[in-house]
């Protein structure tokens, strides 16, 4: 700590010398970022540095945009340790980590890069690159970014979900407020239990489920290609990585934006009104929004009164409460299936719905529908089977064997197959 204070006093004597924006898009261990400056991506995009959110006299180290909607801010450094004064200064450590300290307070870190592994590093560079990602480098080895630690804000280029080498969760969290970037109440994360899905909780409690990814879409919501024509989705599932990334084009200037409400809005910027405007909203605030409102085999539709009903063959399993208006109990089946004899039981297919929660869910991505049907009627805990991609006439398979929790109609072209005793099927829906 004391070659450190050492350092702090150096660099403060140069950063004396500094007004305004460092003519440059890094920062290396012989210099330093103080209050009063800053660094620039190289396209001039975004920009790194302290600012005061809203009506807060609190000092924070953030990235922004500068050549558009300047001040829109997009990460956010010392989130939980607020400065309360402009003091501070970014610098280097000895063993290669980047940390935002303040003259007056040198035993005090407020932030710093976490470093993946135990790495010998010598010569780190931090940059600022024109996608809003901050990274330090040590040649061409990443050693750290940004990107891996989001805030409120979803970047073209960033990605939802877990390194499962490193461990680190790329989750999105909300502000408290306009004026606090501290962490809110809402938390977007890509859940890897089962099939992985994304959600939303607020708190402790699940918000909203994104459906599992189909190959085009989230099944139950708007297609992500409203980014722009050219956008690219990409979703990741192997060994090391489990994501979610759109990429698009270098002319597009786009963002998801979580508000501290929760709502997630796709936000697009309209260089002749010099004003974002809104794509799409990616969380639905309608009200078969909530996680599992319908309970078991229970299916959501906002045109319908009651917006709650069982799925054909199950009824509700509490008649009283269903009748209420309590629907959290959910359905359950008129006619138990067989599991002494496979040949009694069959499947009812049924479209335009989300399909339903994942986390009991088991998958494998080479077999056909076909292998996927024999494998659910071999297995008496198999509840429902649907392939795990629909491009090119569909493949893979997606297996549930638990109750079928938070289903709504929508309006898709994914099949799902549910197991029915053979007795609740019509030659119209019997597979």
Same mark, same amino acid.
């Given at each position: ?11 403060? %004597?140069?950063?004396?010398?500094? =007004? ?15 209050d009063s400056n800053t660094i620039v991506s190289s396209g001039e995009m975004f920009e790194l540095g302290f600012f005061s959110p809203g ?12 050549? @558009? ?30 940390? &935002?300290?303040? @003259? ?29 990602? &901050? ?36 989750? *999105? ?31 402790? #409690? ?32 192997? !060994? ?7 990429? @698009? ?13 929760? #709502? ?12 974002? *405007?809104?794509? &799409? %909203? ?16 229970? =299916? ?28 959290? $109990?959910?359905? @359950? ?8 004899? !496979? ?16 986390? $009991?869910?088991?998958?494998? &991505?080479?077999?056909?529908?076909? !292998? ?10 198999? =509840? %429902?089977? %649907? ?13 549930? *064997?638990? !109750? ?21 099927? =019509? ?5």
């Amino acid at each position: 700590m004391e070659s450190l204070t050492i350092l702090l006093f150096f660099f403060g %004597a140069l950063c004396s010398m500094l =007004t305004g924006s460092i003519a440059k898009d890094t920062l290396s261990p012989t210099e330093a970022i103080r209050d009063s400056n800053t660094i620039v991506s190289s396209g001039e995009m975004f920009e790194l540095g302290f600012f005061s959110p809203g009506n807060s006299k609190n000092r924070y180290l953030g990235i922004w945009y500068k050549k @558009v909607s300047n001040g829109t801010v997009v990460w956010v450094a010392n989130r939980d340790a607020p400065l309360n004064a402009t003091s501070g200064i970014l610098v280097f450590s000895d063993n290669g980590i980047l940390q &935002l300290v303040s @003259v007056g307070y040198t035993n005090t870190t407020f932030w710093s890069s976490s470093i993946v592994s135990t790495m010998n590093i010598t010569n780190p560079v931090a940059q600022l690159l024109n996608n809003g990602n &901050l990274v330090i480098w040590e040649g061409n080895r990443t050693i750290w970014q940004s990107f891996d630690y989001p805030g409120d804000t979803y970047l073209p280029g960033m990605k939802i979900g877990k390194d499962l080498i490193t461990r680190i969760d790329r989750q *999105f969290v909300s502000w408290k407020s306009l004026d606090d970037p501290s962490p809110g109440q809402y938390v977007v994360w890509m859940d890897t239990n089962g099939f992985p899905q994304i959600f939303q909780k607020q708190g402790s #409690d699940l918000r909203t489920r994104f459906g599992p990814w189909n190959g085009v879409r989230f099944s139950g919501m708007p297609s992500l290609v409203g980014f722009n024509r050219t956008s690219v989705n990409e979703f990741v599932v192997n !060994e090391k990585e489990i994501y979610f990334k759109i990429e @698009v084009n270098r002319s597009v200037v786009a963002r998801v934006y979580m508000d501290p409400e929760g #709502d997630m809005t796709r936000m697009g910027w309209d260089e002749s009104n010099q004003s974002w *405007f809104m794509i &799409l %909203a990616t969380v639905r605030t309608d009200s078969c929004s909530p996680y599992g409102l319908c309970g078991p085999y229970g =299916t959501c539709n906002t045109r319908n009164f009651p917006i709650c009903s069982c799925m054909e063959g199950f009824e509700p399993k509490r008649l009283e409460e269903w009748n209420g208006g309590v629907w959290s $109990s959910g359905c @359950v089946r008129r006619t138990p299936l067989d599991c002494g004899n !496979e040949n009694e039981n069959g499947f009812r297919s049924v479209s335009s719905v989300k399909l339903p929660d994942t986390r $009991s869910s088991w998958y494998d &991505l080479s077999m056909n529908l076909g !292998e996927c049907e024999m494998e659910c009627r071999r297995n008496c805990s198999c =509840t %429902a089977y %649907a392939n795990s991609n629909i491009r090119n006439g569909g493949s893979g398979c997606l297996l549930w *064997f638990d !109750e079928l929790m938070d289903v709504r109609e929508y309006n898709d072209t994914q099949y799902l197959y549910i197991k029915m005793a053979l007795s609740e099927l =019509t030659s119209k829906h019997r597979n």
